[in-house]
């Protein structure tokens, strides 16, 4: 049980799952005829940033196993 609250598989992927989950949901609205293209693609845009925004925040600060150089 404490492995479902806590996320077990998708503890890091939580952002990641609901941004993917929006942007099907947009296409499929705008598929069946609930919103136009411009909504469609200002949720589109909106989830990505919050998707890439995520991406990023979790990368700060690591130097991807390069040695990071001090420019002075």
Known sequence: MNKIIKGG???D???YVVSSVG???AVG???IG???IFT???TI???GGIY???QESSTKGKNNGKRSRKIS
């Open 52 to 54: 890439f925004l995520k």
């Open 13 to 15: 992927k939580k952002t």
């Open 45 to 47: 845009f909106t989830l």
């Open 29 to 31: 609205a705008y598929l």
């Open 40 to 42: 469609m693609m200002q």
């Open 9 to 11: 598989y998708l503890q």
């Open 34 to 36: 609930d919103e136009d």
């Open 23 to 25: 942007i099907i949901s």
